[in-house]
């Protein structure tokens, strides 16, 4: 167990370059797509964050072999030796319900325990479930295991419920083996699942639609390997854009993907923070004042719940009060009470919370309870006068990779240090 400890003056303004590490959130499924294939999956830009060990653990013991040196990462699930992930794999991490689909479409059964991962409230995977029981698989849930079983998987016309990045991801992938034609509607558009899509096109994969709501895949016989560039992080840029403007510093971002961000540079600017886009660089100056605003989550290309928790801590310095509408989680604002610790003003009724700006933060002893909560806490660990720790960093590390480091060389004197 580790904690990181911030201290500041209240003052700082965080200034310099700092490179975009992979997606985590895209790089978890094109892992388990391995699981589609006998031939090796060799992946470049990946991130080393605790997710990426995990699920590498959990495709080990299936029978994958995998090789990670540096950021590039070499799979091959030449024989899959176990058709179960048992609750001891996959209870740290909800992306492990990804191995479902692959594993059934090629060996024709999976046992998957229900899977942990951060406590955000219900994430429900009826969604994953009903879709493979269209595309002609038999599953039962007890004891919480998903036990799925099908000789060959059909192709079938399904229509998510609501919009779900997992359920769309682990359902593609299935339907990539089924026979026949699959069209998916109401599919998630998120970035990670595109970039899923187009790995799995390299694969042999025939997929049409691709980053839309509509998508139509051609079963094939059988899937082979392919060379994937894993998506910079958009959350991981988000956090170091709102950085930028919460410390009133001018930040460069390298290795970054603007058009995954539209809609969050787009709420910056109207906070007052001034964003410029070139290529994969993003150069954010922060301003004197801070504006606030409305905020409301919603799916991919809307405002994404995963950047919530960060805005908040910003319009926190906002002069005036804002109100963020959470559509996505009902319970993701745990966040609030370690936030009011430090001296925030924030109200939560229901899915809102009321946010009344310009209010001095100032250090003290907090508890992070999911990843995106750590790095908010974090956040206001930079800008609150004197002493901030920030406990159960290892929500922290399942989605950022160094990012203690990555403060640092922007100016931040923040330190990891034994709990």
């Given at each position: 167990?580790?904690r990181?400890?911030?201290?500041?003056?209240?003052?700082l303004?965080?200034?310099?370059?700092?490179?975009?590490?992979?997606?985590?959130?895209?790089?978890?499924?094109?892992?388990?797509?391995s699981?589609?294939?006998r031939e090796?999956?060799?992946?470049?830009?990946?991130?080393?964050v605790?997710?990426?060990?995990?699920?590498?653990?959990?495709?080990?013991?299936?029978?994958?072999e995998?090789?990670?040196?540096?950021?590039?990462?070499?799979?091959?699930?030449?024989?899959?030796?176990?058709?179960?992930?048992s609750?001891?794999?996959?209870?740290?991490?909800?992306?492990?319900?990804?191995v479902l689909?692959?594993?059934?479409?090629?060996?024709g059964?999976?046992?998957v325990a229900?899977?942990?991962g951060?406590?955000?409230?219900?994430?429900?995977?009826?969604?994953?479930?009903?879709?493979?029981?269209?595309?002609?698989?038999?599953?039962?849930?007890?004891?919480?295991?998903?036990?799925?079983?099908a000789?060959?998987?059909?192709?079938?016309?399904?229509?998510?419920?609501?919009?779900?990045?997992?359920?769309?991801?682990?359902?593609?992938?299935?339907?990539c083996?089924?026979?026949?034609?699959?069209?998916?509607?109401?599919c998630?558009?998120?970035?990670?699942?595109?970039?899923?899509?187009?790995?799995?096109?390299?694969m042999?994969g025939?997929?049409?639609?691709?980053?839309?709501?509509?998508?139509?895949?051609?079963?094939?016989?059988?899937?082979?390997?392919?060379?994937?560039?894993?998506?910079?992080?958009?959350i991981?840029?988000?956090?170091?854009?709102?950085?930028?403007?919460l410390?009133?510093?001018?930040i460069?971002?390298?290795?970054?993907?603007?058009g995954?961000?539209?809609?969050?540079?787009?709420?910056?600017?109207?906070?007052?923070t001034?964003?410029?886009?070139?290529?994969?660089?993003?150069r954010v100056?922060?301003?004197?004042?801070?504006?606030?605003?409305d905020?409301?989550?919603?799916?991919?290309?809307?405002?994404?719940?995963?950047?919530?928790?960060?805005?908040?801590?910003?319009?926190?310095?906002?002069?005036?009060?804002?109100?963020?509408?959470?559509?996505?989680?009902?319970?993701?604002?745990?966040?609030v009470?370690?936030?009011?610790?430090?001296g925030?003003?924030?109200?939560?009724?229901?899915?809102?919370?009321?946010?009344?700006?310009?209010?001095?933060?100032?250090?003290?002893?907090?508890?992070?309870?999911?990843?995106?909560?750590?790095?908010?806490?974090?956040?206001?660990?930079?800008?609150?006068s004197?002493?901030?720790?920030?406990?159960?960093?290892?929500?922290?590390?399942?989605?950022?990779?160094?990012i203690?480091e990555?403060?640092?060389g922007?100016?931040?004197?923040?330190e990891r240090?034994?709990?």
């Open positions: 167990m580790e990181i400890r911030i201290r500041s003056g209240g003052e303004r965080l200034k310099g370059r700092v490179k975009i590490s992979g997606s985590k959130n895209a790089v978890l499924p094109a892992i388990a797509a699981l589609l294939t090796k999956i060799k992946l470049h830009n990946v991130p080393l605790k997710d990426v060990h995990t699920i590498l653990t959990l495709m080990n013991g299936l029978g994958a995998y090789g990670l040196r540096r950021n590039s990462l070499t799979l091959q699930a030449e024989k899959i030796l176990s058709a179960e992930a609750y001891e794999l996959v209870r740290a991490m909800r992306a492990s319900i990804l689909g692959p594993m059934l479409a090629r060996s059964k999976a046992v229900l899977p942990g951060c406590a955000i409230g219900t994430r429900p995977i009826d969604l994953h479930m009903s879709g493979l029981q269209k595309l002609g698989a038999s599953l039962t849930l007890e004891h919480g295991y998903i036990t799925a079983a000789t060959r998987l059909q192709g079938a016309d399904i229509t998510f419920e609501k919009k779900t990045v997992g359920g769309t991801e682990n359902i593609v992938m299935a339907a083996l089924a026979r026949g034609e699959t069209v998916l509607r109401n998630a558009r998120e970035p990670e699942v595109e970039s899923l899509c187009r790995l799995l096109v390299k042999g025939r997929i049409d639609g691709i980053g839309e709501e509509v998508m139509r895949i051609r079963g094939v016989e059988e899937l082979g390997g392919a060379s994937h560039d894993i998506i910079p992080d958009r991981e840029a988000g956090t170091f854009l709102v950085a930028g403007a410390s009133r510093g001018r460069d971002l390298v290795d970054a993907e603007p995954h961000l539209s809609t969050v540079i787009e709420r910056l600017r109207f906070s007052g001034r964003v410029e886009v070139k290529s994969n660089r993003i100056t922060g301003g004197d004042h801070i504006l606030p605003q905020i409301t989550t919603s799916p991919y290309p809307g405002f994404p719940t995963d950047m919530q928790a960060q805005f908040m801590v910003l319009l926190t310095q906002a002069g005036g009060a804002s109100i963020i509408t959470e559509t996505i989680f009902e319970r993701r604002f745990s966040h009470n370690e936030l009011l610790r430090l925030a003003n924030i109200e939560v009724s229901g899915d809102k919370a009321t946010v009344r700006g310009r209010t001095p933060l100032s250090g003290a002893e907090v508890m992070a309870t999911d990843l995106r909560a750590s790095a908010s806490l974090v956040l206001a660990g930079l800008v609150a004197g002493e901030t720790i920030v406990n159960d960093v290892e929500h922290l590390d399942r989605g950022y990779e160094n203690e990555k403060l640092r922007l100016g931040a004197d923040i240090i034994p709990a």
